[in-house]
């Protein structure tokens, strides 16, 4: 019963802090609320995993959206933009009927799914390290190989939700945002483990 009782609490924490995500994305006008959100949600996740299971989630994330809301709009527009010119350049190659165009296409699709796999590290690595905004996406693609099996295993669990949330939307407005912040963060914490907690990364 303690374990049942236990396992309902954290559901019924992940469920709040999911709506929270929503409300305070909308919020911000949705185009500046959504990375505030977001890393104020991961924030709240860290914390969890790192064993403050009791700290208060509203006030928390009230904090760190306040605190996060201009520089997490710089690194998440980044990352909007740097994606959105790699699938150009994707779509691009796949279709001009050029040899050497076409023969780019595999190198774009390989540096468009590394990019990928680090945008999975960017807002764990902007919350457990004070570094820089350019040492953050560095260090991304970086930890990508520190620890091959477990970036792997993240990938793998990222692609399962994926799955999950297709087939059973229902849970989008319960789940997906908290669900997908705790995932990776627990796969990132156990990166970081690997090179040791440091509170600075170069």
């Not at 076409?102 to 796999?117: P, W």
Request: some cysteine; proline content about 3%.
């Amino acid at each position: 019963m303690e374990r049942i009782y236990y396992f309902t609490d954290f559901i019924l924490r992940m469920v709040y802090l999911n709506i929270l995500a929503i409300i305070f994305t909308i919020a911000g006008g949705v185009v500046f609320g959504f990375f505030p959100a977001f890393v104020a949600t991961f924030s709240i996740s860290r914390k969890w995993l790192m064993g403050y299971s009791d700290i208060k989630i509203t006030k928390n994330f009230w904090l760190f959206y306040k605190k996060e809301f201009v520089r997490s709009n710089v690194v998440g527009w980044i990352l909007i933009v740097l994606g959105s010119l790699l699938y150009v350049n994707l779509s691009i190659a796949e279709v001009v009927n050029q040899a050497i165009i076409q023969a780019s296409y595999y190198l774009i699709l390989t540096v468009f799914l590394l990019f990928s796999s680090a945008c999975l590290f960017i807002f764990p690595i902007y919350l457990h390290y004070k570094t820089s905004i350019p040492a953050i996406f560095k260090n991304a693609c970086l930890l990508l190989f520190v620890h091959p099996i477990n970036t792997l295993m993240l990938i793998g669990a990222v692609i399962l939700y994926h799955y999950v949330m297709t087939i059973l939307p229902g849970l989008i407005p319960f789940f997906s945002i908290s669900l997908f912040s705790i995932l990776v963060m627990f796969f990132s914490l156990r990166t970081f483990r690997k090179i040791g907690d440091s509170p600075s990364l170069d």
